[in-house]
């Protein structure tokens, strides 16, 4: 008989992809706020080891730890009129480099940035704290007399940390109430370090 | 206790008459007639609405539904009479025109080319039972109409409005 029957899922919430915010910092007179709306896609991610180094071990191998990468931040805008993402990233751009072709320290352009997940009755879940912010990357317009849409604004961001703020009660009710409910049924599911250390 | 017809009677006094309701449009872009649009009315559907659903499969079991987005299907369809005054085809086109003008191709802004359309559902004795208010509506279909030596008609168009969303308001 298998540990754990569909009712497990069924008692489950789950997080919605489209449930989110981006924050981003107020940057020359334009609310980072007023950019939150009009967020379509957004990923971000955590330090993970792209590359791991390997020895050969008679006919098996072994890994080892290898570089931290963390990933780019990717987020992609709608494009208002006025324009007021373009103006807010460029403001962005002009405080790494000037017109003159002078760069500034990094603390003069790097900024923290909020990622917030949301339940569905609009509870905050998690709010990730993303360390070290500045846009690298710049959209190109895909414009075209073929199609009927609105023009997309992409954009990467340089990210140096990402830190999990914590969650609400509620989430970690939640979480409690999912793990309690799974080890009543005697799931084979164990328990995670980052789970441990939310129950603590 | 088995539920007889009498049961239903007592409980459905009134049913909603198909044929009893209005429309309004207070405000239509372009300059039309607010009354004629309303008396010319013919058709109309109440518009639906539904929630997503975003299946989890698991294992060999039917999987389960989740709620996802409310959705609208953002379309209402309303018939009009129209008369040799041609009074809707002025009122829709000129409404049409001031999304985008077909000599100069020029159009007013997103802001400027939505209003509201209010429709009524009436009661036998003529008050308001339910009023519905379709929110933030454009025209985006005006439809042809067949004229034909081989039938007896009176012209009518199909005009389909997009809308944003929509609400009970009484």
Not at chain 2, 80 to 100: L, P, R, S
Request: aromatic share 12%; proline share 4%.
């Amino acid at each position: 008989m298998m540990g754990s029957s569909v009712n497990t899922l069924a008692n489950q919430r789950f997080q919605r992809e489209y449930l989110y915010d981006l924050l981003l910092p107020d940057l020359g007179g334009i609310s980072g706020f007023d950019l939150c709306g009009l967020c379509m896609d957004l990923s971000f991610g955590e330090y993970g080891m792209s590359d791991v180094p390997k020895t050969a071990y008679g006919n098996k191998r072994r890994g080892y730890a290898g570089f931290f990468q963390i990933p780019a931040l990717r987020a992609v805008f709608l494009m208002p009129v006025p324009d007021i993402v373009s103006m807010y990233m460029n403001q962005w751009k002009n405080l790494i480099v000037d017109d003159k072709g002078n760069y500034s320290p990094k603390e003069t352009y790097a900024q923290n940035a909020v990622v917030r997940f949301y339940d569905r009755d609009g509870t905050e879940t998690n709010t990730f704290k993303l360390i070290g912010v500045f846009p690298t990357t710049f959209p190109d317009y895909g414009m075209s007399n073929r199609k009927e849409g609105i023009v997309n604004l992409s954009y990467e961001f340089n990210v140096d940390d990402v830190t999990l703020e914590g969650s609400t009660a509620s989430g970690k009710e939640a979480l409690q109430n999912s793990l309690l409910n799974a080890a009543s049924i005697a799931s084979i599911r164990s328990v995670s370090k980052q789970e441990r250390k939310w129950l603590r | 206790m088995a539920i007889d017809v009498n049961t239903l009677k007592n409980n459905l006094t009134n049913p909603q008459r198909t044929y009893l309701w209005d429309i309004l449009i207070p405000s239509p872009i372009g300059g039309g007639d607010s009354d004629t649009l309303s008396v010319r009315a013919q058709s109309v559907q109440k518009p639906s609405r539904e929630v997503g659903a975003i299946h989890v499969p698991w294992r060999q079991s039917a999987g389960l539904n989740f709620p996802g987005k409310l959705a609208y299907t953002h379309q209402w369809e309303c018939t009009f009479i129209e008369g040799e005054d041609h009074k809707i085809h002025d009122a829709i086109y000129g409404w049409m025109q001031t999304i985008v003008d077909d000599y100069d191709n020029i159009g007013a802004g997103d802001d400027q080319i939505k209003s509201d359309i209010y429709l009524n559902l009436l009661g036998v004795n003529g008050a308001v039972t339910l009023k519905i208010r379709l929110i933030g509506c454009y025209v985006q279909r005006l439809g042809e109409i067949l004229f034909s030596n081989d039938a007896e008609a009176i012209a009518s168009y199909s005009v389909l409005f997009s809308f944003d969303s929509w609400e009970i308001v009484a």
